[in-house]
T-cell receptor, first 114, second 113 residues
């Protein structure tokens, strides 16, 4: 079956530090890949996505590249801000399997300190 | 703001009771999904509807049921509630329900005492 593995958190960084959150996946088909973010007390917001191999998704300074050879979709940001403190979820959607549900990783909590 | 609305925001109830969670999808979206977020299980897909018809089922308990109405809003019914049903329940919507991006509502936090 499909699965997503994210690096365990929590991750604590100082403001302006470089961020990497690792995400690897297992899928039977050719999935689309997503990063969602959940700010404290809020719902899930789409951060970025990539639909095929070598695509790069980007938004608000965050980037992730779909690497089919390593089955990875690592999230990066060059300089984090306090406002980036949130829980980040990597997810896949394997529509080739005939089902359109998202499969999520367990989430990585990021805390950015001034 | 994703355009997906969920009510109520919070719900506190007792074991054995029944509750109904409501979701209104984004304007123009035909498909609705329900997910459960709990500390031990993480985010899990429950069920998907497309234009009033059930399309896919995930890890949804028999005590739970859902439906999508002609105006496309959806309701998730949880009955014979147990302590372990305490969780955040999210609704998401998408245009066709065929692999495109899903947009999430703010969630309903259910606490079963």
């Amino acid at each position: 079956g499909n699965s997503v593995t994210q690096m365990e958190g929590p991750v604590t960084l100082s403001e302006e530090a470089f961020l990497t959150i690792n995400c690897t996946y297992t899928a039977t088909g050719y999935p689309s890949l997503f990063w969602y973010v959940q700010y404290p007390g809020e719902g899930l917001q789409l951060l970025l996505k990539a639909t095929k191999a070598d695509d790069k998704g980007s938004n608000k300074g965050f980037e992730a590249t779909y690497r089919k050879e390593t089955t990875s979709f690592h999230l990066e940001k060059g300089s984090v801000q306090v406002s980036d403190s949130a829980v980040y979820f990597c997810a896949l959607l394997d529509s080739g399997a005939g089902s359109y549900q998202l499969t999520f990783g367990k989430g990585t909590k990021l805390s950015v300190i001034p | 703001d994703s355009g997906v609305t969920q009510t109520p925001k919070h719900l506190i109830t007792a074991t054995g009771q029944r509750v109904t969670l409501r979701c209104s999808p984004r304007s123009g979206d035909l498909s609705v999904y329900w997910y459960q977020q709990s500390l031990d299980q993480g985010l899990q897909f429950l069920i998907q509807y497309y234009n009033g018809e059930e399309r896919a089922k995930g890890n949804i308990l028999e005590r739970f049921s859902a439906q999508q109405f002609p105006d496309l809003h959806s309701e998730l019914n949880l009955s014979s509630l147990e302590l372990g049903d305490s969780a955040l329940y999210f609704c998401a919507s998408s245009v066709e329900g065929a692999g495109e991006t899903q947009y999430f509502g703010p969630g309903t936090r259910l606490l079963v005492l």
